[in-house]
């Protein structure tokens, strides 16, 4: 039996608005899916770290109507290697948790921090904070029984600060903390295993034994760099960048390596592939079932 227990879609505000997040979940319902992440930091829920109650018991009277397995994807722009904003950062990932407890979530996405390249001298002690503010927010996460998923981030700009998807993992290792897990962005470790020179299926080795959430979309592993697209669509037709493609589109090899890694039990497979792509989520939901099966099949021929 696979250690994957479901799969699902993204979603969030596209205006800031609860009736547009209310209208992605209802897409997702009509297609079937089991799962869903919420990108609530797209919604005022929170404000200095504080909890806004009316707007969190609207979030919470909207996500029960539906019977959807939930995780929440916390800010898109957390940092914790950030000196300045580290305090703020933790303060807004301690009230994110209390929101997962209301709304069932067991899962809190945090993004692997980042230095800029003019950030020289604190580059020394970043690893630490990093290390320093993720104990804090899973001793706070405990008592709600919510893990931290780290997710690989991939470099941003010439002389950043970042760490490998090997790196992630050997900073998830250290902590040993039940609160915290790896989260294998599989797109994410491609595109800066093509930046760095390194061996793409190597890196995803590194971080599937210590992996409890998965975010999975397609791409072809190229670094954006200078390139801007007019349109978004231009980056898709270079194959250039984090395109969040439907699964088929890019050219990750999506069966050799659910053929191949085994995650930790209880790991959601969910699909970051946004309302852009509606009309191709339900064959990437398909696809993304088939993964879950391939995934158990290995299991189960390896334990033989």
Not at 119 to 148: M, N, S, T
Not at 182 to 197: K, P, V
Not at 274 to 298: D, H, T
């Amino acid at each position: 039996m696979s250690n994957l227990i479901g799969t699902g879609f993204c979603v969030g505000s596209t205006d800031g608005e609860f009736a547009s997040l209310e209208g992605d979940l209802r897409a997702l319902a009509e297609i079937g899916v089991d799962t869903v992440e919420l990108g609530i930091t797209s919604v005022d829920l929170i404000a200095g770290g504080r909890i806004i109650k009316e707007r969190a018991d609207r979030l919470v009277a909207l996500t029960s109507q539906f019977d959807f397995r939930y995780t929440v994807h916390g800010l898109v722009s957390s940092n914790f290697m950030d000196p300045d904003t580290c305090r703020y950062q933790i303060d807004a990932a301690k009230a994110l948790a209390a929101i997962c407890d209301r709304v069932g979530a067991r899962i809190l996405v945090q993004h692997g921090g980042a230095l800029r390249p003019n950030q020289i001298a604190e580059r020394k002690d970043a690893d630490l904070c990093e290390r320093e503010a993720l104990l804090e927010l899973a001793e706070f996460c405990k008592p709600y029984g919510v893990r931290i998923a780290l997710e690989n981030i991939f470099t941003t700009e010439p002389g950043q600060y970042r760490q490998t998807p090997a790196e992630v993992a050997t900073t998830v290792k250290a902590l040993n903390h039940p609160n915290i897990v790896a989260l294998i962005d599989f797109s994410h470790a491609y595109i800066e295993s093509t930046y760095r020179g390194l061996d793409f299926r190597d890196q995803l080795r590194a971080m599937a034994p210590v992996a409890g959430h998965l975010h999975v979309h397609d791409s072809f592993g190229r670094p954006q760099g200078f390139y801007k697209g007019h349109y978004l669509q231009e980056n898709t037709a270079m194959g250039i960048g984090d395109l969040h493609m439907p699964l088929g589109w890019g050219d990750i090899d999506w069966d050799d390596i659910f053929s191949e890694l085994e995650f930790l039990p209880g790991t959601v497979l969910m699909m970051e592939i946004g309302a852009r792509y509606r009309a191709e989520q339900p064959e990437s939901l398909k696809r993304a079932r088939n993964l879950i099966a391939l995934n158990s099949r290995a299991r189960a021929v390896a334990a033989e």
